[in-house]
């Protein structure tokens, strides 16, 4: 009896699917009924909307390109990114490091229909604007993307620098 193996990457969707998160993209904004997960991410964890320190404005078009495109912010502060959609595509604004930033991007050429509904993410219909709560609680570069196929290839995606706490008194 021959036995078939399936690739790795197919088995890590067909996980990503039994899970619950993958949904399809299209035009309508994405939202659970259920909380988003606060789990802590080698960039930072959920904040608490009460804990907001500052809002940033990111806007987001059809040049796939961020304005601003780098942020600088100060480890254990709270930012709310206000994410604005100028163009008439879909876009998303996903915070992450280089390396899970790009193995994601590389999944969704493949599967351009698949979605994750994750705190560190939001999709933006065309007009629209999404928010993300995140505390910035470890210090480091990372990165934010817009990985809807084609668009983190055509450069759209920026710079997180998180300065450390300083350790005087």
Not at 24 to 48: C, M, N, R, T, W
Not at 60 to 87: A, S, W
Not at 150 to 156: K, S, T, Y
């Amino acid at each position: 009896m021959r036995m078939h193996t399936l690739p790795s990457w197919l088995l890590a969707l067909g996980l990503l699917v039994a899970d619950g998160h993958a949904l399809a993209h299209g035009p309508q904004p994405h939202h659970s009924a259920a909380p988003l997960k606060k789990e802590q991410q080698v960039f930072g964890i959920a904040g608490d909307a009460a804990k907001v320190s500052r809002t940033v404005t990111v806007t987001m078009g059809d040049d796939m390109r961020f304005k601003p495109d780098h942020l600088q912010v100060r480890e254990g502060e709270t930012l709310r990114l206000r994410i604005r959609n100028q163009g008439q595509l879909m876009h998303e604004l996903v915070i992450g490091t280089p390396e899970e930033l790009d193995a994601h991007a590389k999944l969704m050429e493949k599967f351009p229909d698949m979605e994750h509904e994750e705190a560190h993410m939001a999709h933006v219909p065309p007009g629209g604007s999404g928010d993300i709560i995140w505390r910035f609680n470890r210090a480091g570069q990372f990165e934010f993307a817009c990985l809807i196929a084609g668009h983190f290839q055509a450069g759209m995606r920026g710079r997180i620098t998180v300065t450390p706490r300083s350790n005087k008194p």
